[in-house]
DNA sequence: TTGAAAGCGGTACCAT
DNA sequence: ATGGTACCGCTTTCAA
């Protein structure tokens, strides 16, 4: 048997009405008897009728979607985001439609070009890309845009946490805590920096973090490597205070504690560990890391509501920080 | 200055030729001169043109582009799934569209609804639903199907790694490494149980457990919370040889391996822990936990090529058992 | 090789 | 309250 999706024509035909009288009923729109109504609602029911969201866009110019475009899922902050994201725009009869990007510029603006061509009616990306020319290309598809965690430009309506901020607040919170030292962490980022990949958020962490380091007037170490011995042989010269490690992200404070239990480092007795973001699995892990909470759900209903303005037109939206906290850790 | 997306229309126009032979250049299909050709993709890039998918796809009835439907993505393993299904996929020229249904059936039927309601082209169903009236609704979408994870009935083409067998073979490498106890470990789906939720997925692992306990004719234990003091107990009630925790997923592993710690368990010296997924985050924590890799790129690839088939109409299309691998851990 | 026109399934406006 | 119809942008078939 097989099956054939009814349509408003199909419907009309069986209650010898026209499309428009249809539509009426469907849509509950002014105009039409309650009879006729409920004798088409019927109708529908028999027929299984579902509307087919394609034609009804095209007609309308509008698809009840935003595209999400988004760098991988692998990274727990942007999986918890786009489900944030994902949870507010069903709030409000929104849907979303994701494209990832693996931190390919390529990649990410044929995935754009698609949701453009698929008229979703605003796009919030995790962005990769950068420049004059990929902002340009932005521009003219004539779609509502905010960003979120890389910013492209002023043009673009920014939504995230204060990274930098943070980050030099870190240093002066670890400090307090009495340690003398504050080595920043960052690996990974080398390589896109080179390929001339968008890093806004890491680089503005840890320019914070160096303009922490100014503030308190102490000495800067920036890691981009893990280079294990390394780390052990800066911790164990800090013979008359205390070092602390503050990474960029929380994956490295991971992988810092466990270097520490390795080599036989109490933590926090002999050194320090901070990390940023305060991922899930921190939860399961023991001692909790001292980390950063960006509160991600507000972080998503902002970027979503702010593109939600843009989309009713309204002009007057600006730039969001997010607040955020330092989380309670036993490694600091 | 408002930017109006071109169309066919606009290139006709400016050519001074129909619609009907832009189209042929666009899509370079036959019957057109190379001189008429070039001039019209000329026009094209003048104009900026860029298709309008809804269209196209309401014109030719497919959209290439396959529907997901999957619980969260806090769950790595989930993540990482989609991650490889949107990989494969674009390598097949199809993008995804996502949907979330947080475990939630009524949920998950509305997003398969919209979904379909835009037409993709096939599904893939983490699925949450089940039963008979379930199965009917999606059977009359009449869109090809494949389930991971969780199985809805042989109706539906199932494509997973075989947990019962894997917890079946688990429990023998676990004896066979000289423990006298196995554990089951499977927290967190009593409420879903009684919801009537499918989480077959996760009874099939602990139906494999039970039968590898019979195999060994050893004595079965399954905790469904997470008490610590109970495990502990168990654990230290051993005393003429050493138990193992055998989790029914990663995370649960790792939630152990902390308890132990706290507790002054040495592991694997006191007693031994298994997980399942093996998660990314395992990486990065030490002692490596010992798990089962179910080979997720695989898993994905699978999924869609079989998903792949039953959209080009091949009936031959069979359910697909992926291949597993214990992993190299240090806590067995 | 090219043009004309009839769809695809809804929406919306103008008559009646 | 209802019907009729011209779109939305693209595809496809049939004539010329």
Redesign the interface.
Known sequence: M??I?STIKDIAALCGVSEGTVDRALNNRSGISEKTKSRILQAAREL?Y??????R??AKGS?YTIGVVCI???N?FF??L??AI?AIA?ENGY??????THNDPV?EME?I??L????VDGLIIFPVGMGKEYEKELK?L?VPIVTVYNRISSDFIHVDVDGRQIMRNAVSYIVQKGYSRVIYMDVGIQNLRRQGINIYSMEERRNGYLEGIKDEMMKEIVLEDFDKDRIIQLVESEKHGKAAVLCSYD?LA??VL?LF??RGIKVPDQAGIMGFDNI??LK???PRIQSVDCGIRNLGRKAFSILLRQINKDRNVHDCVIGYSFTEGETL
């Open positions: 097989i099956i999706a299984d579902h509307p087919n969201h394609l034609a866009s095209l698809t991988n899922l692998s727990n999986s918890l786009i489900e994902e069903k849907f979303i439609n994701l494209i990832l990649r995935g070009r698609y453009a061509g698929r008229k003219k004539n994956v991971i992988k466990n239990r390795e899930d699995i399961t892990i023991s």
